[in-house]
């Protein structure tokens, strides 16, 4: 099945120390999405890539990072977390030819900084 | 700022009582109009949306929602829940102005009681 893959489900690390998580999509979307959850909130739209168009939003940190080297990978690279980045990180797809801007998620990524 | 809110956090009903979840966003343009779904252990996925058209939408498993443009909501509805639909529900709108944002609720945690 189609779907989109995020690795590792669970990452813990140390404060300060980079972190790179992973998405992979077979649906062939051209737009990417990483949305960051923290517990009992809404999923937080971080940036996305349309194409090889990147779009941050005006309240990401700095700290947060993204890279998509072809259409079916995207990564979300955290330079120094802190202990308020821990949260569940979302990878989302959606096709600019969809209409409405159906998203199709993940599995998440759950980031745990000690 | 565009937003959502969600009326409720948490929802403990008995199988077979109806179910109705409250959703109202702040902008004021043209809007598409989503509910997601979380099930336990599963990744958020689409569970109804609207773009236009009849205001009354359905979805999967018997769910509807209903489009009220004057009073800015879409709420939820269901006319017999079941224990399968224990679940995080979240209410998402996005901007029909042509970007790719979808802003979410904080989500509403159902839980039925068998």
């Known amino acids: 099945d189609a779907m989109v893959i995020q690795n590792p489900r669970y990452q813990v690390t140390q404060f300060g120390k980079p972190v790179t998580l992973s998405c992979s999509q077979t649906?062939?979307?051209?737009?990417m999405y990483w949305y960051q959850q923290k517990s009992s909130q809404a999923p937080k739209l971080l940036f996305h890539?349309?194409?090889?168009?990147?779009?941050n939003e005006a309240d990401t940190p700095d700290n947060f990072q993204s890279r998509r080297p072809n259409t079916s990978f995207c990564f979300l690279d955290i330079r120094s977390p802190g202990l308020g980045d821990a949260a569940m990180y979302l990878c989302?797809?959606?096709?600019?030819?969809?209409?409405?801007?159906?998203?199709?998620f993940g599995a998440g990524s759950r980031l745990t900084v000690l | 700022a565009q937003s959502v809110s969600q009326h409720n956090h948490h929802v403990i009903l008995s199988e077979a009582a109806s179910l109705e979840l409250g959703c109202n966003y702040s902008y004021g343009g043209t809007v598409n109009l989503f509910w997601y779904v979380q099930y336990p252990g599963q990744h958020l996925q689409l569970l109804l949306k609207y773009f236009s058209g009849d205001p009354l939408v359905k979805g999967i498993k018997g769910f509807e929602a209903e489009f009220i443009k004057s009073k800015f909501s879409f709420n939820l509805r269901k006319p017999s829940v079941q224990w399968s639909d224990t679940a995080e529900y979240f209410c998402a709108v996005r901007k029909n102005t042509g970007g790719f944002k979808t802003i979410f609720g904080a989500g509403t945690r159902l839980f039925v009681k068998a």
């Open positions: 989302a797809t959606s096709s600019r030819n969809s209409g409405a801007n159906v998203l199709t």
């Open positions: 890539y349309y194409d090889k168009d990147f779009n």
């Open positions: 649906l062939n979307h051209n737009v």
